[in-house]
Each structure stands twice: as structure tokens, then as C-alpha cells.
């Protein structure tokens, strides 16, 4: 079962809301219209039926209209998702989502506040051969605010996790903003740190204290491995900031889930979706917009983040 996340940048549909960036409002002088619309979600599904997952967690997609749209143009191509869901209960500007060609048991959110500068959480439950495991679609606040904001979505995280409980099979992933070793970048960050050196993904999700696959120690039960740890340094990146690679986009998995038994992360599985098609010169391809005084959409170029993509098993 191969399970991917996706930060597909600003996927809005046509339908004007109130909410939209002002590049995207639709049929305005950036030219965001059915020309480029269609060609976003073309490029968009170019990627995503290259990755094949079973299960694609999105984010940046501004309605259920939009995630539509895209499954519609999956199916043109030939990829089909029978299922799909988005955090669409808070009127955020941009929203997670999933697409399935599993059934789940269930999707609902989780809500970091009750304000809208935070996106929700998706939760979703899946169950193959009697064998249940969850999925969260995260979209944490961007690096535009100090890491407290960052902690808030993670502890709101947490707090659902300890309720389903640490032992059974959970899968975090998404855009979390964070880089699997944040801790250390703090140490050179400084306007990020109003929390102490506390970070969300590090500290309160535990990642901080499962460095090592291979090894032999025993991992406290209330920690999350971040997959990253299980490639090499030079996959380990999703963005690229100034000509500098970064990870922003993380797969993260419970104690269970290393156990090589029900459902298992299958070892050495775990890399960024780094196709050539995907970069221009040294940066990745991104959806272009003018820097013009007005903004104007090119009808170019795919997305700011390579997916991160994962294998599993199930027995």
C-alpha cells in the first residue's frame, strides 16, 4: 500500500467565495480562468497518477468543488479514487484533503482553535482484512510565525491521538511547516523561538527521541518516527528556500507500525517524488504567476513542494 502527501499550491476553484487570494480571484485581471484552471489540474494530476498512491493526502485545496475537479481530471488520466473527504467545516482560505482508492470507516475534523488563521485537521479511519489504521492531514501554520503557533496544532493533534491511543496503527503526515530535525534549526533561527526550544514536531509529536530505525532500542510508545530518518540525507528534502533544500512535508508513524506485523511501514520505503519534470534549472517547478504589477497567472508549472511518498503492508 503505497500512501503519499502533497502540498499541490493553491488549488482554487472558480467559484468566487470571498476568501480567495487576490491572484485567484476567478475571471479577474490575474487570469485566473477556465484556461488556467484546466491546466493546473491537469499538471497537478500529471503528478499524482505518476506517484499511483493507494491513498494521497492534499493540501492547499480551496474547496470540495476543487479536490472534485481534480479527481475528475485523475479519472480523465486514467487514476480513480472512489473516495475522497476535506476539512472544509472552517471557511480557512485553503483546506486539507484525501483522496482514496480504499474505503474508510470514517473522516471527520479536528480543529486546532476556533479562529481561522488555523486549518483543520483530517482524521480519517481505514480497515482492510479486519486491520484498522488512521490517517491525519495536517497543514500547520507557516513559517511566517513563531513556532508557538506550531506547538498549538500539534498539541491539538496529540490530544486526538491519546484518546484513539498510542498503541494502535497512525500514520501523521502533511505540509507541518516543520523540518524533521526543527530543534537544531532553532539553534540558528532565533525569531522563530518564542517557546523555549520547544518545537511542535519534535518535542510534543516525540519525534525527537527516534533518530535510529536499525537500532535495537526500545522506542517509548508515545513517540512518532519521522520516516525521513529512514533514507538518505540527500532525498530528504520537499522545498527548496533560496537554492537551499528543505523539508517542510513529513510522514510520521506510531511504535505499531515498526512492528513488521498487521499493518507495517515497509523499510527503506520512504523517499521525496523528485521526477525531472518537476524542476526548472535548480528549484522546483512551481505554478507561475507574474511579478508584474498585476498578477498574472502563466498557465505554467505545477507546484512550490515535491510529495513525499511511503510503502505499507498489510498482512
Known amino acids: 500500500m503505497k500512501i503519499a502527501t502533497y502540498n499541490v499550491e493553491n488549488l482554487f476553484d472558480l467559484q468566487t467565495s470571498g476568501n480567495e487570494y487576490k491572484e485567484y480571484i476567478p475571471n479577474s485581471s490575474s487570469q485566473w480562468n477556465q484556461k488556467n484552471y484546466k491546466i493546473k489540474l491537469k499538471n497537478i494530476a500529471h503528478v499524482i497518477k505518476d506517484i499511483d498512491a493507494d ?52 473522516s471527520k475534523e479536528i480543529s486546532v482553535t476556533q479562529t481561522y488563521e488555523y486549518r483543520n485537521i483530517l482524521e480519517t479511519k481505514f480497515k482492510i482484512n ?19 503557533q506550531r506547538v498549538l496544532c500539534a498539541k491539538s493533534l496529540i490530544k486526538r491521538v491519546k484518546e484513539i ?14 523540518d524533521y530535525e526543527e530543534y537544531l534549526k532553532f539553534k540558528r533561527k532565533r525569531e522563530h523561538n518564542d517557546t523555549g526550544g520547544v518545537t511542535g514536531i519534535n518535542h510534543i509529536l516525540g519525534t525527537i527521541n527516534q533518530r535510529d530505525l536499525a537500532s535495537n532500542v526500545t522506542h ?18 520537499t522545498y527548496i528556500y533560496r537554492g537551499k533544500k528543505e523539508v517542510l512535508d513529513n510522514i510520521l508513524i506510531s511504535q505499531s507500525l515498526l512492528n513488521d506485523k498487521d499493518v507495517s511501514y515497509v523499510k527503506n520505503s520512504i523517499t521525496n517524488f523528485n521526477k525531472e519534470y518537476l524542476f526548472k534549472k535548480n528549484n522546483i517547478y512551481r505554478w507561475e504567476i507574474s511579478r508584474a504589477k498585476v498578477r498574472k497567472h502563466k498557465g ?7 510529495p513525499a511518498v511511503a510503502k505499507f503492508r498489510i498482512d
Open 220 to 237: 517509548h510508545k508515545e513517540s512518532f518516527y519521522n520516516l525521513w530518518y529512514d533514507t538518505n540525507e540527500e532525498k530528504r528534502y
Open 300 to 306: 505554467k508549472g505545477y507546484s512550490d513542494h515535491l
Open 55 to 106: 491513498i494521497i493526502a492534499l493540501e492547499e485545496v480551496e474547496s470540495l468543488q476543487a479536490l472534485m475537479d481534480l479527481r475528475f481530471a485523475l479519472k480523465q488520466s486514467g487514476l480513480y479514487y472512489g473516495y475522497y473527504s476535506i476539512a472544509d467545516k472552517k471557511n480557512t482560505t485553503v483546506k486539507v484533503a484525501l483522496l482514496s482508492k480504499i474505503p474508510f470507516v470514517y
Open 130 to 148: 479486519g486491520k484498522e489504521f488512521y490517517v491525519f492531514v495536517n497543514h500547520w501554520k507557516s513559517k511566517s510565525g513563531a513556532e508557538s
Open 165 to 178: 491511543g498510542f498503541d494502535k496503527n497512525i500514520i501523521l503526515l502533511g505540509d507541518f511547516n516543520s
